[in-house]
């Protein structure tokens, strides 16, 4: 564990508690003390190599090192200590944009693949895509909050994390000893997860595939909803599915819209409803209230107590930050992007008000 670093390429954001816990793409994770989200304060760092995602529970943080999966002892955030680590589990790829190469790392050693040219954005971003990392506690074990990014999820003793073709799932009963379980091919294009009422919803560049975790060692495919290729975060409340898709990169052929998908049968997803946006990233729903990450152009709020008319309900627009992704926390809206971590009061998601802001820029 290190002093407090200087953030400067946020990546993933997780709540527990009154901490949060920000990655610094494949550098480590920033901890930080939210008791007060106006005034929130660097506590340390830890030092991961290879880092991209992370989620917590019962007080143990689970990190993804290169191929490697750790586990840290966090509950005491001033003293944290590496507890457990999980061998060879994770194949890591991480996009190179200075020199249009996709690089895959096996321990520290890297090779190169050439792959189309990649012109704008930072000189390197890591090869993750969009999700959720919902979570709720089960039995004596509680679990903390990711965005809309998070790849890691935990429900039901079990820890599961998607790479771009897979899913691959732990068993943490014992949090300090996570045990490794199986691997499940779920074919290319593999972005996000979000899992909610024993199910866990997968999206792709192609589609959002729903998964039956009530054996949750083996889930069981229902269905698969399928869409044009575009980045793709899904979040579910109820009985409605959320899907932003974007062009980008990587989803050349995409869309920029935001899709209301009726999952009331699991096994027969439908779309209801699909509104134009401008390029959604994160997004997150609380109450009667979705918020959605326009990148660049900033964030959106919506009122969604009528699912199907949600596009039409709009309650406010910030647009002077670039949102990535977004957390509807207990205590703050708290939104991420290239320039820096803002928190907001939105207890009147039509009048958001800036609590704090860790900026980034002067760095």
Known sequence: MDKPHEMSVPGKIYIYGNYLFINEVTKGIHVIDNTDPA??????????????????????????????LLAFDISNPTKISLVNRVENVFDHQYINKEKGLIQGYKDTIVTEVITHQITDGAKGEPMFFDSFGASAAFASQSYGTGGSMARFTLMNSSLYTVTTNSLKLFNVSSPKAPVYINTINLGGGIETIFPYQNKLFIGSTTGMHIYNAIEPSKPLKLATYQHLTSCDPVIVQGKYAYVTLRSGNFCRLGTNVLDVIDIEDPTKPVLVSSFPMLNPHGLTISDNNLFICEGKNGLKA?????????????????QNLKATDVIAGPKSLIVTGADGIY???YTNASNLKLLSHLDLTAN
């Open 343 to 345: 928190q907001y009061d």
């Open 302 to 318: 919506f009122n969604s107590s009528d699912p199907k008319t949600i596009g039409q309900n709009q309650l406010s627009f910030i």
């Open 39 to 68: 005034s929130p304060r660097f506590l340390n760092f830890i030092n991961i190599p290879g880092n991209i995602d992370l989620a917590v529970n019962t007080n143990i943080l689970y990190a993804d090192s290169y191929v490697d």
